[in-house]
């Protein structure tokens, strides 16, 4: 079974740019999480979709970033424009039902 | 105060030691917890899921949840230097919360 895959794996961009990360879960799984993690801390929530529904988006900056996931399989995050305290690891995981989740190796992020 | 705690070690221990991993937390409403490893620039991986207190064993692991008190633990029997790593104690009672997890450095 392949697991979640995440792509761009490294990104650096300038303050005021922005950034899109792509994930494709594991086949049948239902929902998918973005999280958060800075060096040094646990990973934060940012998003959770049931097929293409958003289930909690509470922790995730409106105004700066969006996710979406249009046909209820992969999802994208984007992040404009970016700020300094956007670096961080992204990353991706998907659940059958919202128990078990897997993650994904994460897309590091490093703003300049 | 956030709502999951975690001892921030670092931790260092010989290679055949008794690991103890604590976290606390404060929000009645978790009803599953976890412990996730994490190896150096790789995603958290599932190790144990539990949702009720009491112990559960899986080879070298153990999960110790004590509802009451709002403490779960993770015990590593015999530690290999393969066990070297990040771990993450998360809860879920709607959403997961992580801890900032602790990081062991087991020495052959």
């Known amino acids: 079974e392949a697991g979640v895959a995440q792509s761009p794996r490294y990104k650096i961009i300038e303050k005021r740019q922005s950034v899109a990360f792509w994930c494709n879960p594991i086949?049948?799984?239902?929902?998918l999480y973005w999280y958060q993690q800075i060096l040094g801390q646990g990973p934060k929530l940012l998003i959770q979709?049931?097929?293409?529904?958003?289930?909690?988006d509470s922790q995730l900056p409106k105004d700066r970033f969006s996710a979406e996931r249009l046909k209820g399989v992969d999802s994208t995050l984007k992040i404009q424009p970016a700020k300094l305290e956007d670096s961080a690891v992204y990353l991706c995981?998907?659940?059958?039902?919202?128990?078990?989740?897997?993650f994904g190796p994460g897309t590091r992020l490093t703003v300049l | 105060q956030k709502e999951v705690e975690q001892d921030p070690g670092p931790l260092s221990v010989p290679e055949g030691a008794i690991v103890s991993l604590n976290c606390t937390y404060s929000?009645?409403?978790?009803?599953?917890f976890m412990w996730y490893r994490q190896y150096s620039r790789k995603g958290p991986e599932l190790l144990m899921y539990?949702?009720?207190?009491g112990n559960k064993e899986d080879g070298r692991f153990t999960a110790q949840v004590d509802k009451s008190s709002k403490y779960i633990s993770l015990f590593i029997r015999d530690s290999q230097p393969s066990d070297s790593a990040t771990y993450l104690c998360?809860?879920?009672?709607?959403?997961?919360?992580f801890g900032d997890g602790t990081t062991l450095t087991v020495k052959p």
């Open positions: 929000n009645s409403a978790f009803q599953y």
């Open positions: 995981a998907s659940s059958f039902n919202t128990d078990t989740q897997y």
């Open positions: 086949s049948g799984h239902a929902t």
């Open positions: 979709f049931q097929n293409n529904g958003v289930v909690d």
């Open positions: 539990t949702y009720s207190s």
């Open positions: 998360a809860m879920m009672g709607g959403k997961s919360t």
